[in-house]
């Protein structure tokens, strides 16, 4: 367990100092960015090691892994966000531990979610995920909405019982115009951002960028960057 402490203290000192001369050369202060560790396919005991080396925001895609992980480490102070596609039928579960919900992209989900939080006397925090590869009305590849529908779903989820408009997600496009042009998708984004801002000033948080690409986010102006393979290798996949 020290080997692998210190092999995460070493790769979380790394990525903090990538942030911190990304931040350094966008005029930007290293507060302004949040780092959110991905630890989706890593067993609990790599997140309690995390927590206690500083690391307070942490990230998971499946809902499968990340209830029983939230449940062994329910007595962290941490703040866990659910950023894989979701299915109305996990919402329920999802809702019982995550803090925020990073991939909201269809007003059924925003019900879903909505029922689920009422129901847990909670309130969940709620990005927008956006597709920039995705056509007028369709959804992305990986999940999002198209950017003509961003205004229909924040304005749903502004209304919603026990969610909060948090702010606006994505993940650099494999396809599209902006493939390969991450920095071009990520100061899309912050236009995005800041339409969105005009009509809900609270909404701004943006969450983009990850391992290889977060100096391109904290250059745009992301306010969150998500990062898994930088700070814990890459491990197998469990089960």
């Known amino acids: 367990m020290t080997d692998r402490r210190n092999e995460l203290a070493t790769n979380l000192a790394a990525v903090e100092e990538r942030i911190s001369s990304a931040c350094a050369a966008a005029g930007r202060k290293r507060e302004e960015v949040t780092l959110i560790v991905v630890t989706k396919t890593y067993p609990a005991s790599d997140v309690r090691l995390l927590h206690e080396l500083g690391v307070r925001n942490v990230a998971e895609n499946r809902d499968q892994d990340a209830a029983p992980k939230a449940e062994a480490c329910s007595d962290l102070d941490l703040s866990w966000h659910f950023v894989g596609q979701l299915q109305t039928n996990k919402v329920r579960s999802v809702a019982s531990y995550a803090d ?102 609270a909404a701004n948080m943006v969450s983009a960028g990850m391992s290889a690409d977060l100096e391109e986010a904290v250059a745009a102006g992301a306010t969150h960057v998500r990062v898994g393979t930088a700070v814990l290798g890459v491990r197998p996949r469990l089960g």
């Open 100 to 201: 925020v919900v990073q991939s909201v992209d269809r007003l059924k989900l925003v019900g879903a979610l909505s029922s689920a939080a009422v129901k847990a006397e909670r309130e969940l925090g709620c990005l927008i995920q956006v597709a920039l590869d995705a056509d007028a009305g369709t959804r992305g590849e990986r999940g999002g909405v198209a950017p003509d529908g961003i205004d229909e779903l924040a304005a749903a989820v502004a209304e919603a019982p026990g969610l909060r408009l948090d702010g606006l997600m994505t993940v650099a496009p494999l396809a599209g115009p902006f493939a390969g042009r991450q920095r071009a998708a990520f100061e899309r984004m912050m236009e995005f951002s800041s339409s969105l801002r005009a009509g809900h000033p």
